[in-house]
């Protein structure tokens, strides 16, 4: 038995072993041999002639076979080969027998990739925050760390993600995107990894986190979502524009809901389950035997019972993690801009006319933007009433009475009580306000501002309308001649609800 000695590049084919044990009289023998044990070695070593190849020595003892008798130099019992190939350098010498390079050194990887990429320090990025909100800050940190704080805005990416997100993380590739970690050496790592991928204004913060913290700059403690909550939320969460911050967005949101019926049922039962923190239900009505084939938050054994109650249940059930605040009361222009003013988002589920004008007017004048709908026999409307709001370089766009300067006369246009309404309307219509109230309230996409989405449920056909702001509207134009809100019973000329009647009685 001959001794073999393996190369480093060869040790793949002997299962890592560096020596083997190999019988045969020669040295051919025993290669061949050590072939037959390790199939692939002799394609290594021998080219299409049978000789080794020119690039690799081989030794009996401490004599090359070249100066021997060649593959039929005989080998005694404990004799040792060594196979030697040559040594290439910088080349990767994987498939002729070739030895790797040694692996970079952690220093001399940071140097090279230090080299290639481009780094900013904390007051370059803090001054480049306040002139710019396009910049991209993104937290690659571990959830352990990002606990204890981190940079206002940043948006938390899991590192094994980043490459894999940053399509949907920028809205132009030539955006500016700073990337941070702890002390900014993985961050270095990955801006090399995005500058690969051809993202041209990539930076990587020098010093990381800490040089942040320590210059004193803003930071701000992300919420600590419990194992629960991760798992709740996880299937939205992984969305590249949800994350983790969108998701806080949606736990600290506040979302009123006025008229807990047809279309208030869907809308409250999904913004629940997204997680949305803090839900208000205005509704004074209760429950009745014709409401259930539309009204998905009630049960037959409801019937009688005040809507915000059962529904406060319901949703609490469904989602611990929200807050569910109920008002039994009807909107009315003494209360309304006190519980509006409590709300980031505002969704109409009326269909009366005085409160669709008094919502209205009272977003307009608190600057809330109002998810506005409307369902009638088989057809329905959705859209958003945004004001501007300058200073958030809110645009905004047209408000209800933008598009019905005036109320129809009273009688003009019947109710879904007199005229009818398909159960599943309200289900889809609903369905689209909630979708645009977690746009808002995330800051995604494009909200439906300016735009009236019309579903007609027999063709099953939906159109998006434009609609614009009227400079002459007399709430939302240039001069508006209402500061304040009115009375809405007199100015679409019905008289005005007692408590219990069916004046908010939703959709
Ligand atoms: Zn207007």
Redesign the pocket.
């Known amino acids: 038995m001959a001794t073999v000695y393996i190369p480093t590049p060869l040790r793949r084919l002997t299962g890592g072993q560096s020596k083997v044990e190999v019988p045969g009289e020669t040295v051919g023998e025993v290669l061949r041999n050590l072939d037959a044990q390790y199939p692939g070695i002799a394609e290594r070593l021998f080219d299409d002639n049978g000789n080794v190849k020119r690039f690799i020595n081989v030794f009996v003892g401490d004599s090359e076979i070249r100066t021997l008798q060649g593959l039929d130099t005989r080998v005694s019992e404990d004799a040792s080969i060594s196979i030697v190939p040559a040594m290439a350098g910088g080349q990767d010498g994987r498939g002729n027998g070739q030895r790797a390079p040694r692996p970079l050194t952690r220093e001399q990887l940071m140097a090279r990739v230090l080299s290639q990429i481009k780094e900013i320090s904390v007051q370059d990025l803090a001054s480049l925050l306040k002139q710019r909100k396009d910049v991209v800050v993104i937290d690659i940190r571990e959830p352990h760390e990002v606990e204890k704080g981190q940079i206002p805005g940043a948006k938390v990416v899991p590192r094994g993600f980043l490459e894999l997100w940053i399509d949907d993380l920028v809205r132009r590739p030539d955006q500016p995107v700073v990337i941070y970690c702890a002390g900014g050496v993985r961050s270095a790592l990955a801006a090399k990894a995005l500058q690969d991928m051809g993202y041209p204004n990539v930076y990587s913060l020098a010093g990381g986190y800490s040089a942040w913290e320590g210059a004193g700059l803003p930071t701000q403690k992300p919420r600590i979502f419990t194992p629960e909550q991760r798992e709740r939320y996880s299937r939205q969460v992984i969305l590249p524009d949800v994350g983790e911050e969108g998701q806080a967005k949606l736990l600290d949101a506040r979302v009123l809901i006025v008229g807990a019926g047809g279309l208030g049922s869907p809308v409250a039962l999904y913004l629940a389950a997204a997680g949305v923190g803090t839900i208000g239900l205005i509704d004074h009505d209760r429950v009745d035997l014709s409401n259930l084939h539309r009204q998905v938050l009630y049960t037959t054994e409801d019937i009688g019972r005040p809507k915000v109650e059962v529904a406060a249940e319901r949703l609490r059930a469904m989602n611990p993690d929200v807050n569910v605040i109920t008002y039994d009361e009807p909107l009315f222009s003494d209360n309304a801009l006190d519980i509006l003013r409590e709300y980031d988002v505002v969704i109409n589920g009326t269909d009366n006319f005085p409160t669709r004008y008094l919502v ?1 007017d009272a977003c ?1 004048l608190l600057r809330k933007p109002l998810v506005d709908a409307s369902i009638f026999m088989f057809e329905g409307q959705v859209t958003v ?1 945004r004001p501007a709001v300058p200073e958030l370089g809110i645009e905004g766009g ?5 598009l019905y300067p005036d109320p129809p006369p009273p009688g003009e246009v019947p109710s879904c009580a007199e005229a009818g309404v398909l159960g599943v309307l309200p289900g889809v219509i609903g369905t689209l306000q909630a979708v645009e109230a977690i746009k808002l309230i995330l800051g995604v996409g494009e909200p439906l501002v300016g735009r009236l989405l019309m579903y007609d449920a027999l063709s099953q056909e939906f159109r998006v309308l434009k609609v614009a ?2 400079p002459e ?5 240039d001069n508006p001649t209402i500061r304040e809100l009115i009375d809405y019973e007199q100015f679409c000329g019905v008289p005005a609800p007692r408590p219990r009647t069916e004046a908010l009685a939703s959709a």
């Open positions: 209205n307009v009433y047209p408000c209800y009475r933008c702001r009227n509207c007399p709430v939302c134009g």
